[in-house]
């Protein structure tokens, strides 16, 4: 069964900084990319960054381009996101994602609130 558990999330203040981590359970991780997503109230589910497992190829919404960076640990099957300079407007629920992508499956993570406000 697969399991994706987000944490590191909590109140900082803005220009702050946040590591969030994903935790990453039953999956073989041979064939999969990875990605970091965002949900602020009353908004859409917004992309952030992704990842391919293998190469560890990395891309970047613009939103956060240039203050976030996405990384993975193949050995402790771990991804992460750094957040960096953080914005009132980074408030929201952060999720990671695998897609398998063999048969095109998604997988999410319950999400990790992040809080930015003085």
């Known amino acids: 069964q697969v399991h994706l558990v987000e944490s590191g999330g909590g109140l900082v203040q803005p220009g702050g900084s946040l590591r969030l981590s994903c935790a990453i359970s039953?999956?073989?991780?041979?064939?999969?990319?990875m990605a970091w997503f965002r949900q602020a109230r009353g908004r859409e589910r917004e992309f952030l960054a992704g990842?391919?497992?293998?190469?560890?190829?990395?891309m970047y919404g613009d939103s956060v381009k240039g203050r976030f960076t996405i990384s993975r640990d193949n050995v402790k099957n771990m991804m992460y996101l750094q957040m960096n300079s953080l914005k009132p407007e980074d408030t929201a629920v952060y999720y990671c994602?695998?897609?398998?992508?063999?048969?095109?499956?998604?997988?999410w993570g319950q999400g990790t609130q992040v809080t930015v406000s003085s």
């Open positions: 039953g999956l073989p991780l041979d064939n999969y990319n």
């Open positions: 994602r695998a897609t398998d992508l063999d048969v095109r499956a998604d997988y």
């Open positions: 990842i391919t497992w293998t190469t560890a190829t990395t």
